[in-house]
């Protein structure tokens, strides 16, 4: 589920100090459109890539929290745990010089708050969440009677589990209010305020807008599609593609970011996948092989 990346991602525009000695060091800020990626001089290198737990159990400390889907045997919040810890363990072996640094690594939750933070001191590059998806139930009307000659209904929820394979998500820019009320529809505890409590009118939220648009937007992009193909080709997984998520809080974020829903936790096939070691290592693999094309595509370009 994939409410809390975007609430998340909110915070890490609570550090713009942080998200501007980033950009000052790494990049040269030009008006050019296709100013998409790093090229200064001295030689960007990706060392710090930030691995995200979605969800967990047992909330620390204050702040936001959200406790994520359940299949039928299994609840996202630990197999997003499992899955992040193998993806560190794989990223310290197979890419040299890189640190992978958990915003969390037990089960207890940690907050949207303190998550941004830990990305944000750590001067992470890149950003990936885990998370898995699920459906939610459909509502069907079924007949249980007849009372004078009418026949009498009810409305009852029907599992939908027809939802299969991964989907990526990145930000895409929409307008404030609808994103606020898709943040509102979702409904999920606590989100809706801390969706409202970022200004579109605020000149550091629209300096960072501009900023993410310019700098992290299409990285974002180019990252996820590289997750996508390998999921798709080389692990033959169904794909849902990528998706330009339209909740303006991604927006905030100070570091290229993808969410990676690695499949329906509440698809029964999906839910063995993902609690597998087969599975979870696959899913792994390929997000290693994907970030390792991304920093050598990325420090390439900016020799
Ligand atoms: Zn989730």
Known sequence: MIYSLSVLLAFLSFFPVTSYSFIKQDTIINNSKNDTVPNNTTGFKIKTIIIDAGHGGKPTGTGHFSHGASGSFSSERNVTLAIALKLQKAIEKD????????????????????RAEIANQNKGNVFISIHCNSLPDRHARERIGTKRRKPVY??????????????????????TREAENEIKANQVEGDSEMGAG??????????????????????SINLANLIN???????????????????????HSAMPSVLVETGYINNPDDEKYLNSEDGQNEIVASIVRALTNYKKEMELVSR
Request: proline share 5%; charged share 35%.
């Open 198 to 219: 970022l200004d579109p009118d605020d000149p550091v939220t629209i300096i960072l807008t501009n900023e993410y648009k310019r700098k992290f937007r299409q990285q």
């Open 95 to 114: 890419m040299s010089e890189v640190k992978a640094v958990l915003t969390r690594s037990t089960e207890d939750d940690v907050s949207f708050e303190r």
């Open 229 to 251: 193909n390998e999921f798709v080709q080389t692990d033959e997984r169904p794909s849902e593609g990528m998706r330009e998520q339209s909740i303006y809080v991604l927006c």
């Open 154 to 175: 009810r409305t009852v929820s029907v599992p939908d589990r027809s939802g299969k394979g991964v989907l990526l998500l990145v930000y895409g820019l929409k307008r």
